[in-house]
């Protein structure tokens, strides 16, 4: 694909700082998460836990106030998914480096796969998408 800042683009969605942003609201009132494709379980859910990120302070306290936004007005999730170039890395992610230059990833959207946040208590998340009808 393109550049993490093109992929939010993609969804109509621009990065606060596209340094430590992890998400953003498209003009189309939708949210954009980024996440690693790894974590995405079959069944179209992405689980995580805002605690066990080692940084990017600045990225979960937005992700913290897109996600309670979300949640409250019922917006759809659009997913931009990372993967690490080499796998080995994987099990050592967490969403805090999804923005660094420490890892080489790809970066990629899937626009045929809409979400809801199902469950959000101010740490722990829970995203569920399905695919889109056309």
Do not use: C
């Not at 990120?53 to 979300?70: D, I, M, P, S, T």
């Amino acid at each position: 694909m393109g550049t993490y800042t093109e992929a939010f683009e993609q969804y109509g969605a621009r990065l606060t700082n596209p340094r430590w942003s992890v998400s953003a609201i498209s003009d189309r009132g939708e949210l954009v998460v980024s996440m690693w494709e790894h974590a995405f379980r079959r069944g179209g859910i992405y689980e995580d836990r805002i605690e066990d990120w080692k940084g990017n302070k600045q990225g979960q306290r937005e992700l913290v106030e897109h996600l309670q936004r979300a949640l409250q007005e019922g917006l759809a999730i659009r997913a931009v998914f990372v993967t690490a170039l080499d796998s080995r890395q994987e099990a050592q992610l967490d969403q805090g480096e999804i923005t660094g230059d420490a890892v080489k990833k790809d970066v990629f959207t899937r626009p045929d796969l809409v979400g809801r946040v199902t469950a959000f208590d101010g740490n722990r998340f829970v995203l569920e998408f399905r695919r889109r009808q056309s």
